[in-house]
């Protein structure tokens, strides 16, 4: 009996923030079809900003009172090495993820690339500890779900800032589910039990947190309107993602409209 409860603990742990997710995005898309009233102006790109601004002000307070602190003993007293072997180890965690979404793309050598460096640094590197892969000359790549559904025409839709994992849209939102049942860590923590895959995951946040150290820093010093700091530099950069650094001249056409990624683009391969 104690081991099937067990069992049902390790479900209910990673399925449970499938709900939480699928609660998140109903929540969201039930503010986006709230009426309006006549008078007051859409924001095309950000439609309920209200909710946006109010999931980022949660989330970086947790960030400042939690995370914060944690991150700062980290990056003060984990020797570099380790950071980017813990790092390492994380990127090779979720790159079967990468791995998929360069197939769904179409890009079937880059996927098979994309494989053998996963392969080889889950051997050779020791469970991804050590990036051996790049040093063979397997470039490490970025793609996910969200940027697979872009390559194939599907627009980004409204802007959402999902509580507690950041700036997303309606489109790259459906990445969450996806990366979460491509990342070796979900199907550890199945195999082997919540003790093991939480105290993980945990060390995951702080390792992505410390990551984007630099970036907040610069959001802090620089952005009058830190919120749309970060709407704006994140729309930026999922559309460079999605073309793979080669915007098409569609988006430089009128630099001063309000949503530049509003048109439909054609990708040209």
């Not at 790159?95 to 051997?123: E, H, M």
């Not at 996910?144 to 559904?149: E, I, S, V």
């Amino acid at each position: 009996m104690s081991e099937n409860s067990g069992i049902l603990r390790n479900i209910n742990y990673h399925y449970l923030i499938l709900i939480i997710f699928f609660l998140c995005l109903t929540i969201l898309q039930g503010c986006a079809t709230t009426p309006k009233s006549s008078d007051e102006e859409v924001d095309p790109i950000d439609p309920h900003e209200k909710i946006n601004r109010a999931s980022y002000d949660f989330t970086d307070r947790v960030d400042r009172v939690i995370f914060e602190p944690i991150v700062n003993v980290y990056v003060d007293y984990v020797p570099t090495a380790a950071q980017r072997s813990i790092g390492n180890f994380y990127d090779n965690l979720a790159y079967p993820n990468v791995v998929l979404n360069s197939f769904l793309q179409g890009k079937i050598k880059q996927g098979a690339g994309d494989t053998l460096r996963f392969l080889v640094n889950s051997t050779i590197g020791m469970f991804g500890l050590f990036d051996m892969a790049t040093h063979m000359g397997l470039q490490k790549h970025d793609e996910d779900f969200g940027q697979t559904l872009g390559v194939w025409g599907v627009n980004p839709g409204s802007y959402l800032f999902v509580p507690l994992l950041g700036p997303s849209s309606e489109r790259d939102v459906t990445n969450i589910p996806v990366g979460l049942v491509t990342n070796v860590l979900f199907y550890a923590g199945l195999a082997v039990g919540t003790y093991f895959a939480a105290p993980l995951t945990i060390l995951g946040a702080i390792d992505k947190r410390a990551r984007l150290i630099g970036p907040m820093q610069i959001r802090d010093e620089a952005a009058l309107d830190p919120y749309l700091f970060v709407r704006e530099a994140s729309l930026q950069q999922r559309e460079f993602l999605v073309h793979d650094g080669k915007l098409p001249l569609d988006l430089y056409y009128d630099p001063f409209q309000d949503n530049p990624f509003d048109n439909d683009v054609k990708i040209k391969k």
